[in-house]
């Protein structure tokens, strides 16, 4: 009986600050949006409606609609990028279970530190935007994509490091574009959306090609 006490309060201190049942909206997905969505996110330039949809001023589940952020594939290309690290330290000779622990942290420690620009680009330029904190969170968590892609393509080019940094300038100047795209949607002026677009595409360049991770071959 003490343990589900624990558990029902556990609960109701992460229902304070997120709601459960609007949590659940951003994992609803299914087989097709996934693949939709991760074309999207590696090749956003063929993409034309960027509007998301919304019934009775709510917005739709993802699988609803291609353009609905979610949660499922920023959670799970984190934990591919955290065990593929593993992966490549582990053909290094350099593997330990407390580097997993180090770089889901740091990780985790980025994506605040993104987050916490996006909404002080959004109050420092007085943006009305229906945006909310999780979706800021999903539309961030979507670098991990990209951030797989160029892992991979440096352990397929080996020692060719042209394949790895060709890879990441492609990854990296379309996770920009993508989130321009995205959050410049809710914008009301286009003088501010041509700010926050500069704004975050220089902060997404220097966040990406400062500095190559040390893990890679």
């Given at each position: 009986i003490?343990n589900?006490?624990?558990?029902?309060?556990?609960?109701?201190?992460?229902?304070?600050?997120?709601?459960?049942?609007?949590?659940?909206?951003?994992?609803?997905?299914?087989?097709?949006?996934?693949?939709?969505?991760?074309?999207?996110?590696?090749?956003?330039?063929?993409?034309?409606?960027w509007?998301?949809?919304?019934?009775?001023?709510?917005?739709?589940?993802?699988?609803?609609?291609?353009?609905?952020?979610?949660?499922y594939?920023?959670?799970?290309?984190?934990?591919?990028?955290?065990?593929?690290?593993?992966?490549?330290?582990?053909?290094?000779?350099?593997?330990?279970?407390?580097?997993?622990?180090?770089?889901?942290?740091?990780?985790?420690?980025?994506?605040?530190?993104?987050v916490?620009?996006?909404?002080?680009?959004?109050?420092?330029?007085?943006?009305?935007?229906?945006?909310?904190?999780?979706?800021?969170?999903?539309?961030?968590?979507?670098?991990?994509?990209?951030?797989?892609?160029?892992?991979?393509?440096?352990?397929?080019?080996?020692?060719?490091?042209?394949?790895?940094?060709?890879?990441?300038?492609?990854?990296?100047?379309?996770?920009?574009?993508?989130?321009?795209?995205?959050?410049?949607?809710?914008?009301?002026?286009?003088?501010?959306?041509?700010?926050?677009?500069?704004?975050y595409?220089?902060?997404?360049?220097?966040?990406?090609?400062?500095?190559?991770?040390?893990?890679?071959?």
């Open positions: 003490q589900l006490w624990c558990v029902f309060d556990f609960y109701m201190q992460i229902n304070r600050f997120v709601a459960i049942s609007g949590l659940k909206t951003y994992f609803a997905v299914d087989t097709k949006y996934v693949l939709q969505k991760l074309s999207i996110v590696l090749c956003p330039y063929m993409h034309r409606n509007a998301p949809m919304y019934q009775s001023e709510q917005q739709v589940p993802p699988r609803e609609d291609i353009n609905a952020p979610d949660l594939i920023p959670v799970m290309s984190f934990v591919t990028y955290v065990l593929l690290t593993g992966l490549v330290l582990g053909t290094q000779q350099r593997f330990s279970p407390e580097q997993l622990g180090i770089t889901a942290s740091s990780l985790l420690a980025w994506l605040l530190v993104e916490l620009v996006i909404w002080l680009c959004l109050y420092l330029l007085a943006v009305s935007s229906q945006l909310r904190w999780l979706d800021i969170v999903a539309y961030s968590g979507y670098k991990y994509v990209s951030m797989i892609v160029s892992v991979v393509a440096s352990l397929i080019g080996g020692e060719y490091r042209a394949v790895y940094y060709i890879a990441m300038g492609w990854t990296a100047i379309g996770i920009a574009y993508f989130m321009v795209r995205h959050i410049g949607h809710d914008f009301d002026s286009l003088h501010t959306y041509t700010r926050m677009s500069y704004t595409t220089m902060y997404t360049h220097v966040h990406m090609h400062t500095k190559k991770p040390s893990h890679l071959p």
